[in-house]
């Protein structure tokens, strides 16, 4: 069983070489890289922003009575202590945590997910405005801010990126491969051979995952992206590339022709791809992306990649991928079994 | 007997497909199936060759049931009409991997490209060969498990004179070593010049099956190609 896996999935590899799938692999990461060093900052603009407050800190009563009298410009929540703060901005339910400044008394340390995000700049803007209407030129009540990501702007794309190389691979490329081998009737022709059908549906899951692993190394070569959890991360890439390969071979089978293909996963890329990436800077993505499995693979990676995360906090997203990943596997089975638009 | 069919059918819609057939074929025969476009032709070989599920009926191969795919696997040989190759890759490559899947020495796949005159392309890409080359190949293919059943989807359907008279020439080189083949065909000639037996489909029912005199002698030949 093994040998044939392996001549399979070897087979599949020169093809992926021979049809310049390789050239769209190494393409794809160089062009985030180029895109990472051409990135420009995001102005800002004005909405209302979602504070919290720690209870138990004592922060300057003039400042306090600012805040409460902003409700228009500001929602304030209160929470027991920083650390459950701290979750609701993980979770994006708020856009940064006041605390009392340690080194300058009377004024604030704001925590934001990213400094340069809209939310620190419009929460900057607004505490500025209500700063000189209550006092005047005073010294700032903000006086240092804190983010909860690590790294620069460029690592702060990195999950989009990588969400995007798995995507691609899963979505477009396997669908059109598999489709293509059902469309010249090659899948018809390894059916007279002794292979079972799960061998074939494995190698094409393996094809995946290699071509998603080499893309996402090439692409950490390239911008020398170290992950925090090199361990965590791996685990990740392999349920996303699991998951999402089986999507793929899927998807390639519900389809007749290489064409039809590459316009099913078009529309399946898309929609996956924007409210994962875009979670972050869109209060209704935000609310969406949750419903989408490429948010259980996004989240973990932003995570793990920028807010030192780690697997063990993350069981339901991978098992998720995985869960999902042997649902689209086996209904690629009984597909294939019944010859489905061959 | 060889294959034994009882009330086989594949539905498609009213006018397509096949209608419940049945007939058997003993050890060597070499049958035409004859009929218009859409008669169910290429449906009964290919659910034959385990391509495609029937609807209803039984077919058995040697005492196995047609739907056992690995118990018959390298017994029965398909050739598509169209080939269907990794057109990207070499003849060698081709015929090397199909070797390696069917677990068939990779001497076979000498003996294959020597009796099929393909030695001078071994290193071409299937895609840079003529249709009739690509054929050879296919039916090579085909052989390389030395299967007992051989079935043909209109073998020489796009090929000229020269390489349809090639493709006869290996028809019969295979029905001398004692396979069962059955093949479709439009060609009356070729019908005549190699068939032992003749099944004609009308309409995705079975109409007529005797000996080719009786139907080139017989109204429905006439009426088929009037």
Same mark, same amino acid.
């Given at each position: 069983?093994?040998?044939?896996?392996?001549?399979?999935?070897?087979?599949?590899?020169?093809?992926?070489?021979?049809?310049?799938?390789? %050239? %769209?692999?190494?393409?794809?990461?160089?062009?985030?890289?180029?895109?990472?060093?051409?990135?420009?900052?995001?102005?800002?603009?004005?909405?209302?922003?979602?504070?919290? %407050?720690?209870?138990?800190?004592?922060?300057?009563?003039?400042?306090?009575?600012?805040?409460?009298?902003?409700?228009?410009?500001?929602?304030? /929540?209160?929470?027991?202590?920083?650390?459950?703060?701290?979750?609701?901005?993980?979770?994006?339910? +708020?856009?940064?945590?006041?605390?009392?400044?340690?080194?300058?008394?009377?004024?604030?340390?704001?925590?934001?997910?990213?400094?340069?995000?809209?939310?620190?700049?419009?929460?900057?803007?607004?505490?500025?405005? %209500?700063?000189?209407?209550?006092?005047?030129?005073?010294?700032?009540?903000?006086?240092?801010?804190?983010?909860?990501?690590?790294?620069?702007?460029?690592?702060?794309?990195?999950?989009?990126?990588?969400?995007?190389?798995?995507?691609? +691979?899963?979505?477009?490329?396997?669908?059109?491969?598999?489709?293509?081998?059902?469309?010249?009737?090659?899948?018809?022709?390894?059916?007279? /051979?002794?292979?079972?059908?799960?061998?074939?549906?494995?190698?094409?899951?393996?094809?995946?995952?290699?071509?998603?692993?080499?893309?996402?190394?090439?692409?950490?070569?390239?911008?020398?992206?170290?992950?925090?959890?090199?361990?965590?991360?791996?685990?990740?890439?392999?349920?996303?590339?699991?998951?999402?390969?089986?999507?793929?071979?899927?998807?390639?089978?519900?389809?007749?022709?290489?064409?039809?293909?590459?316009?099913?996963?078009?529309?399946?890329?898309?929609?996956?791809?924007?409210?994962?990436?875009?979670?972050?800077?869109?209060?209704?993505?935000?609310?969406?992306?949750?419903?989408?499995?490429?948010?259980?693979?996004?989240?973990?990676?932003?995570?793990?990649?920028?807010?030192?995360?780690?697997?063990?906090?993350?069981?339901?997203?991978?098992?998720?991928?995985?869960?999902?990943?042997?649902?689209?596997?086996?209904?690629?089975?009984?597909?294939?079994?019944?010859?489905?638009?061959? | 007997?060889?294959?034994?069919?009882?009330?086989?059918?594949?539905?498609?819609?009213?006018?397509?497909?096949?209608?419940?057939?049945?007939?058997?074929?003993?050890?060597?025969?070499?049958?035409?199936?004859?009929?218009?476009?859409?008669?169910?032709?290429?449906?009964? $070989?290919?659910?034959?060759?385990?391509?495609?599920?029937?609807?209803?009926?039984?077919?058995?191969?040697?005492?196995?049931?047609?739907?056992?795919?690995?118990?018959?696997?390298?017994?029965?040989?398909?050739?598509?009409?169209?080939?269907?190759?990794?057109?990207?890759?070499?003849?060698?490559?081709?015929?090397?991997?199909?070797?390696?899947?069917?677990?068939?020495?990779? $001497?076979?796949?000498?003996?294959? $490209?020597?009796?099929?005159?393909?030695?001078?392309?071994?290193?071409?890409?299937?895609?840079?060969?003529?249709?009739?080359?690509?054929?050879?190949?296919?039916?090579?293919?085909?052989?390389?498990?030395?299967?007992?059943? $051989?079935?043909?989807?209109?073998?020489?359907?796009?090929?000229?004179?020269?390489?349809?008279?090639?493709?006869?020439?290996?028809?019969?080189?295979?029905?001398?070593?004692?396979?069962?083949?059955?093949?479709?065909?439009?060609?009356?000639?070729?019908?005549?010049?190699?068939?032992?037996?003749?099944?004609?489909?009308?309409?995705?029912?079975?109409?007529?099956?005797?000996?080719?005199?009786?139907?080139?002698?017989?109204?429905?030949?006439?009426?088929?190609?009037?």
């Amino acid at each position: 069983m093994m040998r044939n896996i392996l001549i399979l999935t070897f087979n599949d590899l020169a093809i992926a070489f021979r049809n310049k799938t390789f %050239l %769209l692999i190494l393409f794809v990461p160089l062009f985030v890289f180029v895109s990472l060093n051409l990135l420009d900052e995001s102005g800002a603009e004005a909405s209302k922003v979602r504070i919290v %407050l720690v209870q138990h800190y004592a922060y300057a009563p003039a400042i306090i009575q600012s805040i409460m009298a902003a409700k228009q410009h500001i929602e304030v /929540t209160c929470v027991q202590n920083e650390q459950d703060g701290v979750r609701l901005l993980k979770e994006r339910q +708020i856009d940064g945590i006041l605390t009392p400044h340690d080194e300058a008394t009377g004024s604030l340390a704001l925590l934001v997910l990213k400094k340069d995000s809209i939310a620190a700049i419009t929460i900057m803007q607004n505490f500025s405005a %209500l700063q000189k209407a209550a006092e005047g030129n005073a010294p700032d009540w903000i006086s240092s801010i804190k983010s909860l990501h690590r790294g620069d702007v460029q690592r702060e794309t990195l999950p989009t990126w990588v969400l995007m190389l798995v995507l691609l +691979i899963g979505f477009i490329i396997l669908p059109m491969q598999v489709a293509e081998e059902k469309e010249k009737k090659l899948l018809l022709a390894l059916l007279q /051979t002794p292979i079972h059908e799960l061998q074939w549906l494995i190698a094409k899951v393996i094809l995946g995952m290699v071509l998603i692993f080499i893309a996402v190394l090439f692409l950490h070569l390239l911008g020398s992206f170290g992950p925090l959890h090199l361990f965590d991360y791996s685990i990740f890439i392999l349920a996303g590339s699991f998951c999402f390969s089986a999507c793929g071979i899927f998807l390639g089978f519900l389809c007749r022709n290489q064409a039809s293909a590459r316009t099913l996963g078009v529309i399946f890329y898309l929609p996956h791809l924007l409210p994962a990436a875009m979670s972050d800077v869109s209060l209704k993505l935000t609310a969406v992306a949750p419903f989408l499995p490429s948010y259980q693979l996004y989240k973990p990676l932003q995570s793990i990649l920028l807010e030192d995360g780690q697997l063990a906090s993350m069981s339901f997203d991978w098992l998720y991928l995985i869960g999902l990943g042997l649902l689209m596997f086996y209904l690629s089975y009984l597909l294939m079994k019944r010859r489905w638009l061959m | 007997m060889q294959l034994e069919i009882l009330n086989l059918a594949r539905f498609y819609d009213q006018q397509r497909g096949l209608a419940p057939t049945s007939f058997t074929v003993s050890k060597g025969e070499m049958i035409a199936i004859v009929g218009h476009n859409g008669a169910g032709k290429s449906t009964l $070989l290919k659910v034959l060759a385990n391509w495609i599920n029937p609807d209803a009926g039984i077919a058995m191969f040697d005492g196995i049931d047609l739907k056992n795919r690995a118990a018959l696997v390298g017994k029965v040989g398909f050739i598509p009409e169209v080939p269907n190759l990794f057109d990207v890759f070499s003849v060698e490559y081709n015929l090397r991997l199909f070797a390696a899947l069917t677990h068939t020495p990779f $001497l076979r796949v000498e003996e294959i $490209l020597d009796d099929f005159n393909l030695l001078a392309f071994r290193k071409n890409r299937i895609q840079t060969l003529s249709k009739g080359l690509q054929q050879r190949v296919n039916i090579g293919r085909a052989l390389l498990s030395d299967p007992s059943l $051989l079935l043909l989807d209109e073998p020489t359907s796009g090929l000229d004179f020269e390489m349809t008279k090639e493709i006869h020439r290996l028809l019969k080189t295979m029905h001398e070593a004692g396979k069962t083949i059955l093949f479709t065909s439009h060609r009356p000639e070729e019908i005549k010049s190699l068939a032992t037996r003749i099944m004609v489909l009308h309409q995705s029912r079975l109409i007529f099956d005797g000996p080719g005199e009786a139907y080139f002698r017989s109204e429905i030949h006439e009426n088929l190609y009037a």
